[in-house]
């Protein structure tokens, strides 16, 4: 606990910044669902037939997982791309169902006699609804809200793997690490967020209750205008937007790169906005190419094969030129390399490596039959991952890989549940855990030279940029970005000042 409350009063700023951003995110996205879910309620109940597809469709979209809504936004014009855009499409979806659901229960279970008394007074449909209708089902009407607003607030964590910010940056940042504090750092307060929400919109409801008449309605109405209104301006409050986006992949190398990206470019005097954690490589990419962000770190092998598809050299410097001339020709610039290679590395325990003889990737052909392996998702995906590796190596293993996230894949090897993976060649975990890399003695790996790859626009745009990337190129070494690794994900330091450290070296 006390490391917890250091970390927070040591990044009280940042935390601020999230909170507004998750608030931002929660409030903006019920409040849309609210204007669009009250009304469609109100057809549905009055029109069942009109009802039925609406709630179909309100079903369907709260059964699509958090995260492959989201992917599947992100390349859609208008509502997709990285950054809030595409989150708030996708928590404004979420909250749809309860609204609507709600408004139609409400408005059903109120009785006959009582519509019936309003007609014998005069009252015509829309005066029926608003005097009468909508005052008794407002208490029903706001338990929804209740719940799409708590929906929302867990759903907004994940929100931080397309760069819209929010507590959910602690959490992908913490798993990367695997640091629990950092992850309670972003669940608590997203958890106290979702009790507040909650209290005050019990709170609401237990007054609607009492009221009577038109006037409950409007009180609700202001309310959630008010919230909408202060959510909208939150953000300005954190500054104008920059223009120079730095994004990074999702794991503790990556964020680092990410950073020293984003140090160099504020040294040249350019205002950085920082889109870390944003997933993998086909996210960052997309999000490059879409202009969400302006610059990221790449691999040169990663680039000719994962996002290109095509066959890459084994020669560095020729891997290198095809990367480039590949994304040259879809106007992006990919810089020098940074000094460093981060080929995939296949890893063992140290224990199994020396007991068993286990020297090289060839050597698993004899245990393969009774180990499980265990990749992360994109390896497992991509052309020269998985299934080339044990097409190159004849491994036929007993039991089906383990897909789990990179983070959390060289800790399920230390505690055994599984048996072999494929890790990052810098990664500082590989000797804190007692782990071992077996030799690619068939050159499946081809070369992964990390470079930064830019939109040329921006480039053009803005000399600082070259300026920025060219001060860096060359200058990282092997055994730098696994002490930086080591520093991080090892002795739990913040990547940020290990960046800074880092270049105040050079």
Not at 91 to 116: F, M, N, S
Not at 252 to 275: F, K
Request: aromatic fraction near 6%; glycine fraction near 10%.
């Amino acid at each position: 606990m006390t490391a917890l409350l250091e970390f927070w009063s040591s990044n009280a700023t940042e935390l601020w910044r999230l909170v507004e951003r998750h608030l931002f995110l929660v409030v903006v996205s019920t409040g849309l669902a609210v204007l669009m879910g009250v009304p469609a309620g109100i057809v549905a109940a009055r029109r069942p037939r009109l009802g039925r597809p609406l709630l179909a469709f309100a079903n369907v979209a709260q059964t699509i997982p958090s995260l492959a809504l989201l992917g599947f936004l992100l390349p859609l014009p208008f509502v997709g791309g990285v950054g809030p855009r595409t989150a708030l499409v996708a928590l404004t979806l979420y909250a749809l169902l309860p609204v609507i659901r709600t408004t139609v229960a409400g408005l059903a279970t109120i009785d006959r006699p009582i519509r019936d008394a309003g007609i014998a007074m005069g009252m015509t449909s829309s005066q029926l609804l608003w005097m009468v209708e909508l005052p008794l089902a407002l208490p029903a009407i706001v338990a929804g809200i209740r719940v799409a607003a708590v929906i929302g607030v867990g759903t907004a964590t994940i929100a931080a793997a397309i760069g819209a910010g929010g507590l959910g940056e602690y959490i992908f940042r913490g798993l990367s690490m695997v640091d629990s504090t950092m992850i309670l750092a972003g669940a608590i307060p997203a958890a106290v967020l979702a009790l507040l929400l909650d209290g005050l919109l019990a709170g609401l409801e237990h007054a609607l209750k009492r009221g009577r008449g038109r006037r409950p309605v409007v009180l609700a109405a202001a309310a959630i205008a008010a919230a909408l209104l202060v959510a909208l301006a939150l953000p300005a409050r954190t500054g104008p937007d920059t223009p120079i986006g730095v994004g990074s992949k999702n794991f503790t190398e990556q964020v680092l790169l990410g950073e020293l990206l984003a140090l160099t470019l504020e040294s040249e005097g350019v205002s950085v906005e920082r889109r870390l954690n944003l997933g993998g490589t086909f996210i960052c990419d997309r999000a490059l190419r879409s202009g969400d962000i302006d610059v990221y770190v790449e691999y040169t092998g990663t680039a000719v094969s994962a996002i290109f598809h095509d066959e890459v050299p084994r020669d560095p410097a020729d891997a290198f030129n095809k990367a480039r001339e590949m994304y040259t020709a879809h106007g992006l610039t990919l810089f020098r390399p940074l000094g460093f290679n981060n080929t995939f590395a296949i890893l063992v325990r140290g224990d199994d490596a020396r007991r068993l003889g286990l020297r090289s990737i060839g050597d698993l052909e004899r245990v393969a039959a009774r180990w499980r392996p265990g990749f992360g998702y994109e390896f497992l995906q991509r052309a020269d991952g998985y299934s080339g590796l044990v097409n190159a190596y004849g491994l036929r293993f007993g039991q089906p890989p383990a897909a789990m996230d990179l983070s959390l894949i060289y800790k399920a090897l230390a505690d055994r549940r599984v048996d072999v993976i494929a890790g990052d060649a810098t990664s500082a975990l590989i000797d804190s855990l007692d782990l071992v890399a077996l030799e690619d003695t068939r050159r499946y790996f081809p070369p992964y030279d990390a470079a930064p790859v830019a939109r040329t626009a921006a480039v053009l745009e803005r000399p600082e940029i070259r300026r920025a990337m060219e001060r860096l190129a060359g200058r990282i070494s092997a055994a730098d970005m696994r002490a930086m690794n080591r520093a991080v994900d090892v002795d739990g330091q913040d990547a940020r000042a290990v960046a800074r450290r880092f270049l105040e070296r050079l």
